[in-house]
């Protein structure tokens, strides 16, 4: 089946810890995004990456890393420096390279609930 | 600055109703809008995109139209089922930088 895969379902961490959460994909697409969604809230763009070995801030990236070594893979660290790490996490892909990457849909996976207490 | 605004209050319909859902956007000038459905704890699930040189796109059940002088997206869901119920979310792109998501509306479909 194709498709995005996102490990675990749900995380705890302590406070001061990081997190690195899983993103897999095998749709073959070049774009990959990470989103939070907080309650209440419309999904807000953490980081993308159009194309492997390249990746772009989004709109609230601080206290966030990633790497895209590989096409199919796009882990996001959640740092320890994020003050506000508890939400929930969705990684999502499409089709199109470079900026046209936003004009197309969007699959997202099943998303990561973490808790940091 | 750029808004998206879709109503926060769930819309409460009957059976075999249509639901209609508003997308509201200013200061924006969208090349492309998108709407997702989303069901809670579970990723968002693409149902519909609209270029803003169309005005209706349908698929089975649904129908977006796209208004760039009002600035809004309506969705419409005919003969709807108690199974539509969720949250859905619409999207836009400008054509340059980012996918912006409103917040969503959640849609309860009663029997």
């Known amino acids: 089946d194709g498709g995005i895969t996102q490990s675990p379902k749900y995380l705890f961490r302590k406070e001061g810890q990081n997190v690195t959460l899983s993103c897999e994909q095998n749709?073959?697409?070049?774009?990959m995004y990470w989103y939070r969604q907080d309650p209440g809230q419309g999904l807000r763009l953490i980081y993308y990456?159009?194309?492997?070995?390249?990746?772009q801030k989004g709109d609230i990236a601080e206290g966030y890393s990633v790497s895209r070594e590989k096409k199919e893979s796009f882990p996001l660290t959640v740092t320890s420096a994020q003050k506000n790490p508890t939400a929930f996490y969705l990684c999502?892909?499409?089709?199109?390279?470079?900026?046209?990457?936003?004009?197309?849909?969007?699959?997202f996976g099943p998303g990561t609930r973490l808790t940091v207490t | 600055s750029q808004k998206i605004e879709q109503n926060s209050e769930a819309l409460n319909i009957q059976e075999g109703k249509t639901a209609t859902l508003t997308c509201n956007y200013t200061?924006?000038?969208?090349?492309?809008l998108q709407w997702y459905r989303q069901d809670p704890g579970r990723g968002p699930v693409f149902l519909l995109l609209?270029?803003?040189?169309?005005k209706e796109k349908r698929k089975e059940r649904l129908k977006v139209t796209f208004d760039t002088t009002l600035k809004q997206s309506l969705f419409h869901i005919t003969a709807s089922q108690p199974a539509d119920s969720a949250t859905y979310l619409c999207?836009?792109?400008?054509?340059?930088?980012?996918?912006?998501f409103g917040k969503g509306t959640m849609l309860l479909v009663s029997p």
């Open positions: 999207a836009l792109y400008p054509g340059y930088s980012t996918l912006t």
């Open positions: 200061n924006y000038s969208p090349a492309y």
């Open positions: 999502a892909s499409s089709t199109g390279q470079g900026p046209t990457s936003f004009s197309y849909e969007q699959y």
């Open positions: 609209i270029r803003e040189n169309e």
């Open positions: 990456s159009q194309i492997v070995n390249d990746f």
């Open positions: 749709l073959n697409h070049d774009a």
